[in-house]
Every structure is written in C-alpha cells, then in structure tokens.
C-alpha cells in the first residue's frame, strides 16, 4: 500500500494560496489552479465563469454563512465540514500529481471560505499551532472574518480540543479594529456571539510571513511549531 506523504512533502506539492469572492473569480481562470472549493448559498446559479477556467477538480457546497438557526436558512453542517476535510485529504492522497493550487470561494471571500481555508491549512500543516493557523489565513486573505459555526465543526473533527476556537476569538479580537466594517456588519446580521468571543479573548494573531518576507500563499513558509499542549477583498452583503 502506498503510504500518504509526509507533512514537509505535502508543503512542496500544495500551495493554498488563494481565497476569493465571486466578483474576483474571473482573474483566477488562468491562474494555473487544479483544484477548486465553491461554496455558494443554496439556490445560487452555477458561475459561468468557471466554464473559463483551466482544468480543475471541483468540490462544490450550498450552504448559508449564517450561525443561527433560522427560517429558510441552510446552516453549514458536520457533514459539510467532513467534505471540506476529505477534498483536503484528496489533495496529499496521490502524491504522482505534481503541484497542487488551490482555490477557495464563497460569495464575499470573507467568511465561509476563510473557514475553509483555516481547516485546510490545519490539516496540511500540522506542525503550526492554532493561532499559526489564522496567522497564515489572514496572510492569505486579510479581510478573514471565519464562520464559527464551520471552525467549531473542524475543531471536532481535527481533534484540537477547543483549540481553534479559541484561536478564532483571538483572530476576531484582532480583526475588529482592522476591518471594522465587516465586524460591525456580523454583529448587527445574526453573528453577534462571535463578536462577542472576541471580548473573552487577547488579540493574538498577526500575519505569519517567512524570514524573506514572503506571504505563506506560496507554500513555501514552516510557520510556528506546536508548542506544549498547543495552546481579500470581497465585498460585504448578503451572502459571507
């Protein structure tokens, strides 16, 4: 049996280096991309932008960026994090594939594509941390605001035992004042509890970026070790 490659390996194959809303899809069609993770709300029209975009594997999920439960409403579910965490395991499986590029989008780039992203950098990069983790996403999408409700399902699943969100109450701490408009607009639309995480927390997280300077975004940085016990642009609307 041919076994998974190793987690150094598994920085040289795979760059997860882009994260987007729909408005910027089309200056990704020629971006050399091979795999693509969609994420739009239920009955959204397919994108006839992708028609344009060169070859890819595509996983495509519905579901709302909501938090709470409400009429008409499609919350993300277990299930759709567990597939979000298998297209992820995808990528490493054949290791006779060459680079992997990887896209994420929602509508706004903002929150359930930065959830996203967050559990797939934790998955391939098993040496950061947690606060690691979000300091590698906001290198790669600064305008991150994750949705908890998809953190909270990938920290059970990726066993972290509290830790991410934990690390998400420390990301949104550091977020309010640097994109105040978007934390403003989660509070007042249904997502007030997590900005209300952000006052239990420290603002702990900064943007990771390599000795060189270089953004994480081109797979090339370690990041921080796990120490202990582990301790954009989009547009705001409608659709996160």
């Given at each position: 049996?041919?076994?998974?490659?190793?987690?150094?390996?598994?920085?040289?194959?795979?760059?997860?280096?882009?994260?987007?809303g729909?408005?910027?899809?089309?200056?990704h069609?020629?971006?050399?991309?091979?795999?693509?993770?969609?994420?739009?709300?239920?009955h959204?029209?397919?994108?006839?932008?992708?028609?344009?975009?060169?070859?890819?594997?595509?996983?495509?999920?519905?579901?709302?960026?909501?938090?709470?439960?409400?009429?008409?409403?499609?919350?993300?579910?277990?299930?759709?994090?567990?597939?979000?965490?298998?297209?992820g395991?995808?990528?490493?499986?054949?290791?006779?594939?060459?680079?992997?590029?990887?896209?994420?989008?929602?509508?706004?780039?903002?929150?359930?594509?930065?959830?996203?992203?967050?559990?797939?950098?934790?998955?391939?990069?098993?040496?950061?941390?947690?606060?690691?983790?979000?300091?590698?996403?906001?290198?790669?999408?600064?305008?991150?605001?994750?949705?908890?409700?998809?953190?909270?399902?990938?920290d059970?699943?990726?066993?972290?035992?509290?830790?991410?969100?934990?690390?998400?109450?420390?990301?949104?701490?550091?977020?309010?004042?640097?994109?105040?408009?978007?934390?403003?607009?989660?509070?007042?639309?249904?997502?007030?509890?997590?900005?209300?995480?952000?006052?239990?927390a420290?603002?702990?997280?900064?943007p990771?970026?390599?000795?060189?300077?270089?953004?994480?975004?081109?797979?090339?940085?370690?990041?921080?070790?796990?120490?202990?016990?582990?301790?954009?642009?989009?547009?705001?609307?409608?659709?996160?």
């Open positions: 049996m041919e076994s998974l490659p190793s987690p150094m390996k598994r920085l040289a194959m795979t760059s997860l280096r882009i994260v987007c729909l408005d910027e899809l089309a200056t069609s020629r971006s050399g991309l091979t795999h693509v993770l969609s994420i739009l709300d239920p959204y029209p397919k994108p006839e932008v992708f028609s344009a975009f060169d070859e890819h594997d595509k996983l495509e999920l519905r579901f709302h960026g909501a938090i709470e439960p409400k009429r008409g409403v499609r919350l993300p579910r277990e299930k759709d994090v567990a597939a979000i965490l298998e297209f395991e995808r990528l490493h499986a054949a290791p006779n594939l060459g680079q992997r590029v990887v896209l994420v989008h929602c509508h706004a780039g903002i929150s359930r594509s930065t959830g996203a992203m967050a559990m797939l950098i934790a998955q391939a990069h098993p040496e950061l941390d947690e606060e690691g983790v979000f300091e590698r996403l906001i290198a790669i999408r600064p305008r991150a605001w994750p949705n908890s409700r998809m953190i909270g399902y990938a059970d699943l990726q066993r972290r035992k509290g830790r991410l969100i934990e690390a998400l109450a420390g990301l949104y701490r550091a977020q309010i004042p640097r994109i105040p408009e978007i934390a403003e607009y989660m509070r007042d639309n249904g997502r007030r509890r997590e900005y209300e995480m952000a006052a239990q420290r603002p702990s997280v900064e990771y970026r390599t000795d060189a300077g270089r953004s994480p975004a081109s797979g090339k940085g370690q990041g921080r070790a796990r120490e202990g016990s582990g301790k954009g642009q989009g547009r705001v609307g409608k659709g996160k």
